[in-house]
């Protein structure tokens, strides 16, 4: 099977400490044929405070050209980023993508709005105290989210559930209240020839991702990918066993990689 992991970070990232040399040696380990780095871009911090509009691709340069040919025929090597609230200022954006070396833009949500106050969804979502903080955090969420698919600077949506990674799971909050607004979204992204991921998140969140999988796959949806969100080299890869058997089950065909942006198609079970 040709396996590829299409989410993780390296050290180019604030909150990793691992070398592209491990990560691409776990994925090795793993099986995998091919990675693609994806490291952070955050319009925002945790606080909710401005960080730079240009992107500098020097770090993630130079580290990716060092390793790209080291694997020949057993790893291939592929350049992303992750553009978290790219909403901010999508024309800054645009211009820092135009890299004649980039395969692939994750765009992220992983801070409230501006109107909200901007701070990290991990944050806030900690400080809820009741089940209508959890719902107007995924409220402002869905705003952002039909922002994001209006915007040019990203080739899959990550993470879509990523608010209920950290809302209190005693809440029992899910996407469903929202689920007509993401039926749109999704329709967007269909529209536009743009896909979504299947994010693992180190293992942990599989069989949460079932229902908003199914919505996209009835809607039509079949770009697809697969990404572990690793930080370390211990979660590259991390339970893509259950998440093909679940894409098998939901009638995915295919997975796909990326070359200059433009999505290349495999099939999910050879």
Partial sequence: MYL???????????????????QAEAALAAGLREICVTDHWNLL???????????????????????RSRWPGALELRLGVEVGNGVLDPAAV??????PELDFVIGSLHSQSAAAGGRG?????????TKEDGAAILDDYMDMLEELVQTRGWDVLGHVIYPLRYIPEEY?????????????????????????????TCGTTVSQ?????????DLGGEVLTLGSDAHH????????????ELLQSLGFRWLC???????????ADS
């Fill in 257 to 267: 990689v990326y070359r200059s942006r433009t999505p290349l198609f495999y099939k």
């Fill in 121 to 129: 969804i991990f944050t806030v979502a900690h400080e809820c105290t």
């Fill in 233 to 244: 080299s211990r979660f590259i890869a991390a339970a893509f066993p259950q998440a093909l």
């Fill in 209 to 217: 991702w079932r229902d908003v999988l199914a919505l996209y796959r």
């Fill in 94 to 99: 645009d211009a820092s993508l135009e890299l």
């Fill in 45 to 67: 911090d945790q606080a909710g405070n401005r960080l730079p509009t240009v992107y500098s691709w020097e770090a993630s340069l130079k580290q990716w050209k060092k390793l």
């Fill in 172 to 200: 029992g909050l899910d996407l469903r209240p929202w689920w007509d607004r993401l039926a749109e979204v999704f329709r967007t992204v269909i529209a536009q020839g743009k896909g979504i991921e299947l994010n693992t």
């Fill in 4 to 22: 590829s992991d299409y989410h993780l970070h390296t050290r180019c990232s604030s909150d990793s400490q691992a070398t592209l040399t491990q």
